[in-house]
T-cell receptor
Framework: QQQVKQSPQSLIVQKGGISIINCAYE??????FPWYQQFPGKGPALLIA???DVSEKKEGRFTISFNKSAKQFSLHIMDSQPGDSATYFC????????????WGLGTSLAVNP | EAQVTQNPRYLITVTGKKLTVTCSQN?????MSWYRQDPGLGLRQIYY???????DKGDVPEGYKVSRKEKRNFPLILESPSPNQTSLYFC????????????FGEGSWLTVV
């Protein structure tokens, strides 16, 4: 049973456009929501993370929006660049517990020049 | 440089021939884990370890063994590999406290024929 549902599976965006990846979770006890970015041939790396005490967190062109009532969170990439082409994973856990991090299945993003 | 190093990066082996994938981290992290990544299935945790001599099963432990005799090393052992263990494997580590970044190795491509 997948507890974190990520969509879309793949996404193609033009350079300069906005990329949006959505995740929905089921367990209301989750309180830590990281996003990991994976380039081809590399391991995933933490991109940005949010806790439910805020509705939005921004780091450069990357923003997490969090909707606690809808049990959804999303990653927005503004002014998308070809260098952003990667696979993005959302995840969730209770208490920031990395042992029990529940992963989405990933979104493959391609940004066309 | 802080890193998680795993070897080999690429391996083709035959069914039933025991193999070990080594993993070492230089960040003095308490937590280490192994994941496998398969198309359409995302990242699935195989085993994890919270500290020396403390290991536990993840979501897909069947056919794998691990050990944690030293804090920095966490080898993954396939006693009798089968073709369904053909996958991309990642070792990861993080500090033991909640909400910390997980650092991934660069991956090991394993093919079992």
């Amino acid at each position: 049973q997948q507890q974190v549902k990520q969509s879309p599976q793949s996404l193609i965006v033009q350079k300069g456009g906005i990329s949006i990846i959505n995740c929905a979770y089921e367990n209301t006890a989750f309180d830590y929501f990281p996003w990991y970015q994976q380039f081809p041939g590399k391991g995933p790396a933490l991109l940005i993370a949010i806790r439910p005490d805020v509705s939005e967190k921004k780091e450069g062109r990357f923003t997490i929006s969090f909707n606690k009532s809808a049990k959804q969170f999303s990653l927005h990439i503004m002014d998308s660049q070809p260098g952003d082409s990667a696979t993005y994973f959302c995840a969730a856990s209770k208490g920031g517990n990395n042992r029990k991090l529940i992963w989405g299945l990933g979104t493959s993003l391609a940004v066309n020049p | 440089e802080a890193q998680v190093t795993q070897n080999p990066r690429y391996l083709i082996t035959v069914t039933g021939k025991k193999l070990t994938v080594t993993c070492s981290q230089n960040m003095n992290h308490e937590y280490m884990s192994w994941y496998r990544q398969d198309p359409g299935l995302g990242l699935r945790q195989i085993y994890y370890s919270m500290n020396v001599e403390v290991t536990d099963k993840g979501d897909v432990p069947e056919g794998y063994k691990v050990s944690r005799k030293e804090k920095r090393n966490f080898p993954l052992i396939l006693e009798s590999p089968s073709p369904n263990q053909t996958s991309l494997y990642f070792c990861a580590s993080s500090p033991g406290s909640p909400g910390n970044t997980i650092y991934f190795g660069e991956g090991s491509w394993l093919t079992v024929v």
